[in-house]
């Protein structure tokens, strides 16, 4: 059967919205997600899609990530720790195993981790139910046990899903998803059941589309970022509105990119006042308590999915 909307959420118009006020009455609340990637040297393939786009093994892509986890990331936090910034880890779960380390210079900062599945060489695609959910579980096993922490969130390994990917994140107790780029607010999605938002992580200001797909200059880049703030702190003043800025330490923290970057994060923290710095979790939580209820009300008053604790019902079970 073919669908010509996957039914995920309901179009919501930007105005007129009920008001989203931050903590403090912050306008914007702000969050950072470096990822935190491993890819193993020579993956199974997938019919779908090349592990390694220049072919199976690469050892320059393999060597270049290398580099990011062993001298990248650790002056990305080193920057972060001059700005006094959490970062929410966009994480390569079987990355525990593989750098503990990292895992454990990560945790004694206490920031957020949340799940890139293991491998970000292993797609979503064409996997049983089963196989999701065995990813899951161990996901939120593997965190626990390496950090005490219970993974709220997210990403797709690779932004691969299947039909059932969203549903079975909500049912494993997870709060956010970031594998969806609708809007510049949370929203809550039309699972079958829990309450999972759509947290606005980012394709547009993602160091990966700037240097590896736009080409641009770490000039630009700042440019970009101070604009992309600037726009959505106005817009805050009449509802909060979030900005995520996902990031690869193996772009970002190269020598010549790493300080005009640090421009950006001068004028973003230069607005304290106006600005909620947390973390996803943070973000994700608040508004489930805080919003969630009123969100969908104003959808149902619009026309879409009714209220409930979900979006479960014929709405969302025609599109599955």
């Given at each position: 059967m073919t669908f010509s909307d996957p039914n995920l959420y309901d179009y919501w118009p930007y105005e007129g919205r009920p008001k989203i006020t931050w903590p403090g009455g912050k306008k914007l609340a702000f969050w950072i997600a470096p990822?935190?990637?491993?890819?193993?040297?020579?993956?199974?393939?997938?019919?779908?899609?090349?592990?390694?786009?220049?072919?199976?093994?690469?050892?320059?892509?393999?060597?270049?990530?290398?580099?990011?986890?062993?001298?990248?990331?650790?002056?990305?936090?080193d920057l972060f720790d001059k700005y006094s910034l959490r970062g929410s880890i966009s994480l390569s779960v079987g990355l525990i195993d593989h750098h503990p380390e990292i895992i454990e210079a990560v945790a004694a900062r206490n920031w957020e981790f949340f799940s890139h599945g293991i491998y970000n060489t292993r797609f979503s695609y064409d996997m049983s139910e089963a196989q999701e959910r065995a990813v899951l579980a161990d996901s939120i096993r593997s965190v626990e046990a390496a950090t005490g922490?219970?993974?709220?969130?997210?990403?797709?390994?690779?932004?691969?899903?299947?039909?059932?990917?969203?549903?079975?994140?909500?049912?494993?107790?997870?709060?956010?998803?970031?594998?969806?780029?609708?809007?510049?607010?949370?929203?809550?999605?039309?699972?079958?059941?829990?309450?999972?938002?759509?947290?606005?992580?980012?394709l547009e200001v993602n160091d990966v589309i700037a240097y590896s797909v736009q080409g641009w200059s770490p000039d630009r880049y700042t440019d970009i970022l101070k604009r992309h703030f600037d726009q959505l702190l106005k817009e805050g003043e009449q509802s909060g509105t979030v900005m995520c800025i996902p990031l690869h330490a193996y772009l970002v923290s190269q020598p010549h990119r790493l300080s005009p970057f640090e421009e950006a994060l001068k004028h973003i923290c230069a607005h304290r006042d106006d600005v909620w710095f947390a973390t996803g979790a943070e973000i994700a939580g608040y508004y489930r308590d805080n919003f969630w209820d009123m969100a969908i009300s104003d959808i149902a008053a619009r026309g879409g999915a009714r209220p409930g604790t979900g979006?479960?019902?014929?709405e969302r079970e025609a599109g599955a």
């Amino acid at each position: 059967m073919t669908f010509s909307d996957p039914n995920l959420y309901d179009y919501w118009p930007y105005e007129g919205r009920p008001k989203i006020t931050w903590p403090g009455g912050k306008k914007l609340a702000f969050w950072i997600a470096p990822n935190i990637e491993y890819y193993e040297f020579d993956p199974p393939p997938n019919p779908k899609r090349q592990p390694w786009p220049r072919g199976n093994p690469d050892v320059t892509g393999y060597s270049q990530r290398t580099w990011g986890n062993t001298v990248g990331h650790w002056r990305m936090m080193d920057l972060f720790d001059k700005y006094s910034l959490r970062g929410s880890i966009s994480l390569s779960v079987g990355l525990i195993d593989h750098h503990p380390e990292i895992i454990e210079a990560v945790a004694a900062r206490n920031w957020e981790f949340f799940s890139h599945g293991i491998y970000n060489t292993r797609f979503s695609y064409d996997m049983s139910e089963a196989q999701e959910r065995a990813v899951l579980a161990d996901s939120i096993r593997s965190v626990e046990a390496a950090t005490g922490q219970r993974i709220r969130g997210y990403l797709a390994p690779a932004l691969t899903h299947t039909e059932r990917t969203l549903d079975l994140i909500a049912e494993h107790g997870f709060w956010y998803s970031c594998d969806l780029f609708q809007d510049d607010q949370p929203q809550p999605l039309k699972t079958r059941t829990g309450k999972l938002v759509s947290l606005p992580y980012s394709l547009e200001v993602n160091d990966v589309i700037a240097y590896s797909v736009q080409g641009w200059s770490p000039d630009r880049y700042t440019d970009i970022l101070k604009r992309h703030f600037d726009q959505l702190l106005k817009e805050g003043e009449q509802s909060g509105t979030v900005m995520c800025i996902p990031l690869h330490a193996y772009l970002v923290s190269q020598p010549h990119r790493l300080s005009p970057f640090e421009e950006a994060l001068k004028h973003i923290c230069a607005h304290r006042d106006d600005v909620w710095f947390a973390t996803g979790a943070e973000i994700a939580g608040y508004y489930r308590d805080n919003f969630w209820d009123m969100a969908i009300s104003d959808i149902a008053a619009r026309g879409g999915a009714r209220p409930g604790t979900g979006f479960s019902g014929p709405e969302r079970e025609a599109g599955a």
